[in-house]
């Protein structure tokens, strides 16, 4: 069975700093774009960053870019986002996300097979 499960979120300040992580299990991460998205209450799910499978290519929504950064670590089926200078606006869950077996990345919430629970990052002082 597919599973992904997020932690690493918390509470805290602008300017601060947090590394989220998704381990995945059931399948080998190696074979998935693994994706990172946030959802706010009232909005649509809204994609920050993915890394794509074959060549560890990494895209980022403009928001975060030089804030945001996502790597994985296939031998522990786990995918990070270390998130810098956050600031209030970044509060959010966040969820990580695996497309189907040898799909690249997009910024597109419904083309992904697989969600996790979401983890809740909140940012203030």
């Known amino acids: 069975q597919v599973q992904l499960v997020e932690s690493g979120g918390g509470l805290v300040q602008p300017g601060g700093s947090l590394r989220l992580s998704c381990v995945a299990s059931?399948?080998?991460?190696?074979?998935?774009?693994v994706g990172w998205f946030r959802q706010v209450p009232g909005k649509e799910r809204e994609g920050v960053s993915c890394i794509s499978r074959s060549d560890g290519r990494q895209y980022y929504a403009e928001s975060v870019k030089g804030r945001f950064t996502i790597s994985r670590d296939n031998a522990k089926n786990t995918v990070y986002l270390q998130v810098n200078s956050l600031k209030s606006e970044d509060t959010a869950v966040y969820y990580c996300?695996?497309?189907?077996?040898?799909?690249?990345?997009?910024?597109?919430?419904?083309?992904?097979?697989?969600w996790g629970q979401g983890t809740q990052v909140t940012v203030s002082s």
């Open positions: 996300a695996a497309r189907k077996k040898f799909m690249g990345c997009t910024g597109v919430a419904r083309l992904y097979a697989y």
């Open positions: 059931g399948f080998n991460s190696d074979y998935y774009a």
